[in-house]
């Protein structure tokens, strides 16, 4: 069946630019009439392909549908105490559509006289980094220019009707503006064939050709999803894990229900006598701190004299709901500590916890104090580490009540949280660069995602174990039980992050979306021992995976961290470049003294494991 459909692709594809073929149907250089023969077969072939499984998705859908309440992300509620709000200030309601409509009249008058060839200022603009107005139609043709201000004029008043809103908590407030932020971003005029010029001249150059490749895609999106539309973000055959991603040498060490241990081949004569134990979070795969050479994190501490293991963790199935938190700190960072210790004979490790896994790390760090065994870990680097989850984004607008009974259903049975629901939670994040500018480029402009290595990255997701992901739900975004000594345990030990005397590093990233910076900072104030704080550029990735040779971006630092994060940046000094070797001297003093470079001894199996090959579908 799948070759049958591959062959009907192909011929989809040859009758489509069979009217590209034909010279005499140009009309001018970017018009093409369009030969309506070969257009039509091609229409009818993709309908004909399209129908089944369109037919088996409406099937999964109305299932799905008749499974769950109407209303899975329990905004119902909270909108209709936004309108009961709402009415009970009418007057400042209708001073807002006044200010709208007289910004919408003064766009209309603002056009027309761009229309007459006058030169004329925007009233409103897109948010710096904003991508999709980027074409110039947008800036110099007067009607597409009327169609971009019109609809982010109406795209912030929506938004703001919502924060002025009195009477309306906070947290519901947060909660609606980002539902009428998603609606607004869907609304977008790029998002449709007739207002986005670049898809209109595409469509014009190309006699439509670009929307049945855009259809024949879509209908491949909703195959690889098996019945649901799980669309491409790149090529994801341009990649292989341990050919071009994930290639630094080493082997698997150790092994366990939870992890594989990797130890890295040397890549100096000498190395520091303490090794490094570097522990990813399991939301996601380990390799984003080894996508290539240029970019590797882990072949950079490698080639600053460390001995590097990493963690792989499982990618977990039904067979493992009944792991816990606390099974992931005994079979994970103390099983790993245990089996460095035992490879290299050093009785402590320098340690780096990456979000989820920092979080883990000041956990483990807490106990470990709590039972007279602090000495295992001589230092902690913690990289976009939430401790304090109060203010922890907007993640929190998932974690209500309802939602998390609704994610316990569905935990209960299967087993685990599955990859796709995390997935399409951090895709509505980043929406408009994550799902709308895919649909666009795939699904109007008929083109196939660009290979991105990140991106590859982003969409090979984890499950997560039903019993560890409801604890780390509750425990920490729900009830922010780490700011309380005590309020969690593992096994019969309070976890009392003031206790933590090792010395920390934080980095964090200034435009993170998932943990952001200012509550990363409150972190700093929970540990006991000395603290070191650093604020790179970019976001919770790429201000991460930032290579000193790239020569991008750059970070903040300052020797003292005060109570309130602001009066930190006041003070803190901007360094050009990647924070890498701020961090790495720094580390260097938690290093010991030199030796001869460790060679990998012990292999269970080559790097990068097969762990870490296992996809979650």
């Known amino acids: 069946m799948r070759q049958i459909a591959n062959q009907e692709r192909k011929d989809i594809k040859i009758m489509a630019q069979a009217s590209e073929n034909n010279k005499e149907n140009q009309f001018g250089d970017d018009i093409k009439i369009p030969d309506p023969i070969a257009l039509g077969q091609a229409l009818l072939k993709a309908y004909e392909h399209a129908q089944p499984v369109l037919s088996d998705m409406m099937g999964k859908y109305s299932q799905s549908w008749a499974e769950q309440d109407f209303d899975p992300m329990n905004i119902t509620q909270t909108y209709m105490e936004f309108l009961q709000s709402l009415m009970q200030d009418p007057q400042k ?20 006289r761009k229309f007459m060839g006058e030169d004329v200022q925007d ?4 948010e710096k980094g904003d991508r999709r107005f980027s074409a110039k139609e947008w800036q110099d043709n007067a009607l597409f220019d009327f169609i971009k201000q019109s609809y982010l004029l109406t795209a912030d008043w929506m ?80 990649f292989e894990l341990g050919k071009n991603l994930a290639t630094t040498p080493g082997s698997v060490v150790y092994e366990n229900d ?76 103390l099983a790993a500590l245990d089996e460095i210790q035992t490879i290299t004979g050093e009785p402590d490790a320098n340690a780096v916890g990456y979000c989820l896994g920092g979080t883990l790390l000041a956990i483990t760090l807490a106990y470990l104090a709590a039972n007279k065994k602090a000495d295992r870990v001589a230092s902690a680097t913690f990289l976009t580490t939430l401790l304090d989850f109060d203010q922890a984004g907007q993640m929190k607008l998932f974690l209500d009540d309802e939602q998390l009974k609704a994610m316990d259903k569905e935990m209960s049975e299967k087993g685990v949280l599955r990859a ?45 174990p039903a019993a560890m992901h409801s604890f780390y739900l509750r425990a920490m975004y729900r009830d922010n039980l780490l700011t309380k000594p005590g309020g969690i345990t593992m096994g019969d030990t309070p976890i009392d992050l003031s206790k933590i005397k090792t010395p920390a590093y934080f980095l964090s990233t200034r435009e993170d979306h998932i943990a952001p910076w200012t509550a990363t900072y409150e972190g700093t104030q929970m540990l006991g021992g000395p603290v070191n704080f650093t604020l790179a550029a970019s976001g919770h990735i790429a201000g991460v995976v930032n290579a000193p040779a790239r020569k991008k971006y750059c970070y903040w630092s300052a020797d003292k961290t005060p109570r309130e994060s602001e009066k930190w940046l006041e003070s803190a000094a ?44």
């Open 93 to 112: 309601f209708w001073d807002m559509q006044t200010q709208y409509w007289q910004n919408y009249m003064q766009i209309w008058q603002d056009s027309a």
């Open 123 to 126: 009233l409103i603009n897109p």
């Open 159 to 238: 938004e703001n009707t919502v924060r002025e809103t009195q009477g309306l908590e906070e947290p519901k407030k947060e909660k609606l503006a980002f539902y009428a932020r998603q609606f607004a971003n869907a609304m977008s005029p790029t998002n449709f064939v007739l207002t986005n010029p670049e898809v209109l001249k595409e469509t014009l150059k190309t006699g439509g050709e670009n929307l049945v490749r855009g259809f024949e895609n879509l209908i491949e999106d909703i195959e690889r999803g098996h019945g649901e539309l799980k669309i491409s973000t790149t090529d994801y055959t341009a």
């Open 258 to 333: 939870l992890i594989q241990l990797i130890q890295y081949e040397p890549a100096t004569d000498k190395v520091y006598k303490r090794p490094l134990l570097v522990i990813p979070p399991w939301i996601n795969k380990y390799y984003i701190l080894d996508l290539r050479p240029d970019n590797s994190f882990i072949k950079y501490a490698l080639e600053q004299g460390h001995t590097v293991f990493i963690i792989s963790w499982v990618n977990p199935n039904a067979a493992l709901a009944k792991k816990s938190f606390e099974d992931y700190m005994r079979e994970g960072v």
């Open 420 to 464: 796709k629901q995390i997935q399409k939670t951090f895709s509505l994040l980043r929406s408009n660069d994550l799902i709308w500018s895919f649909v666009v480029n795939n699904y109007l402009m008929g083109k196939e995602p660009f290979p991105f290595d990140l991106l590859y990255w982003n969409d090979d997701s984890t499950n997560m």
């Open 574 to 617: 901007e360094q050009d470049g990647s924070w890498w070797p701020h961090w790495d001297k720094w580390l260097k003093t938690y290093g010991g003294e030199k030796i001869k470079a460790r060679a990998v001894k012990k292999a269970l199996e080559s790097a990068p494991g097969r762990y870490v090959k296992v996809k979650s579908d």
